[in-house]
């Protein structure tokens, strides 16, 4: 396993964290199985939400029979009400939703709280200020950002800074082989992959902020579930935001690659991310303890800068 570092929280944070956004622990399906094999094949970062269905209960379920100081938590709140699509990025909804988070995960604290979305009107001191008061009531030890531009990251930061605030230390944005552009997702999902984010790239670059990437696996483009010569359109919605011809073409370099290296498809992808010189960490989930282990192996896997250009159609030559 591949390991960063979690300013505040940890030396050894393993480069694969667990998604607990999957289909089986989104409906409150047990998942101790599928947790302990991540566990015991050395991911100990878990990834969940507020609004993830019944994940994090499910998470706190398998959470209570564990070691809880070897396992780190992260969480999301304040995401947009899921009816009205009414913004909640103040201190009323995060500690709110933190309070619920804890009693679903059966734990005094998380080691990680991101606000799971922004409102760019709101003023950052403000944020920080509520955000700081969730560290200081001892229900978190880190906090950061989802789907926030570094432009914020860095207003919000510099008011931290100058009042002696503990600032944003994670931001999870999409990243990946495979890109889409613009706010394909909607409701403000940010991605920092293709040709309008290098300016962001470069920030993350510089200042090796910790990057939690979702998506990692394109939408399943790069699960094994399909192949280059079969693909169609998926009416998924996921999957029609990454099926362009430009992806699809990624996927079939990843493909002679992966076949060159003995390995699979998705460990190429999550080995693209894991290779960059950006601090990323690659958010992957599964229902299958054989998934679990084949992006497990991907951690091991370490790309050239050739390699890495060819698949994501930066060059002709590996």
Not at 54 to 72: V, Y
Not at 95 to 118: A, E, F, G, P, Q
Not at 185 to 192: A, Q
Not at 272 to 277: G, H, Q
Request: net charge neutral.
């Amino acid at each position: 396993m591949k390991y960063g570092k979690i300013s505040g929280v940890t030396d050894k944070a393993s480069r694969i964290i667990f998604g607990c956004g999957s289909k089986e622990m989104w409906k409150g399906i047990d998942s101790d199985e599928v947790l302990s094999c991540a566990y015991e094949n050395e991911i100990n970062v878990f990834d969940t939400a507020r609004v993830y269905g019944e994940s994090e209960k499910t998470l706190g379920k398998w959470l209570a029979t564990q070691k809880r100081s070897d396992i780190i938590v992260e969480t999301k709140c304040c995401h947009f009400d899921m009816e009205t699509s009414a913004d909640r990025v103040d201190r009323e909804s995060a500690l709110y939703d933190i309070k619920i988070s804890l009693d679903m995960l059966k734990t005094d604290y998380v080691d990680v709280l991101l606000l799971h979305r922004d409102n760019p009107q709101k003023d950052v001191g403000e944020i920080i200020s509520f955000m700081n008061e969730i560290v200081d009531k001892g229900y978190t030890r880190a906090i950061g950002v989802s789907n926030w531009r570094v432009q914020r990251i860095k207003e919000a930061n510099a008011y931290a800074e100058s009042h002696k605030l503990k600032k944003f230390c994670v931001s999870s944005p999409h990243y990946g082989l495979a890109t889409f552009e613009g706010d394909s997702y909607g409701h403000g999902c940010i991605s920092v992959s293709g040709k309008n984010s290098g300016a962001e790239r470069e920030f993350y670059l510089k200042e090796q902020m910790p990057l939690f990437c979702y998506s990692s696996l394109a939408g399943g483009l790069f699960s094994g579930k399909y192949t280059s010569e079969e693909i169609k359109r998926s009416a998924a919605d996921g999957e029609r935001i990454f099926f362009t011809y430009d992806n699809v073409e990624r996927l079939r370099r990843a493909e002679i690659l992966a076949e060159e290296k003995k390995v699979c498809v998705s460990e190429i992808a999550l080995g693209w991310i894991l290779s960059d010189k950006m601090n990323t960490f690659a958010i992957t989930g599964s229902g299958s303890e054989k998934h679990i282990l084949k992006n497990i192996r991907s951690a091991r896997i370490s790309l050239s800068d050739k390699e890495r250009d060819w698949l994501n159609l930066k060059s002709e030559n590996r």
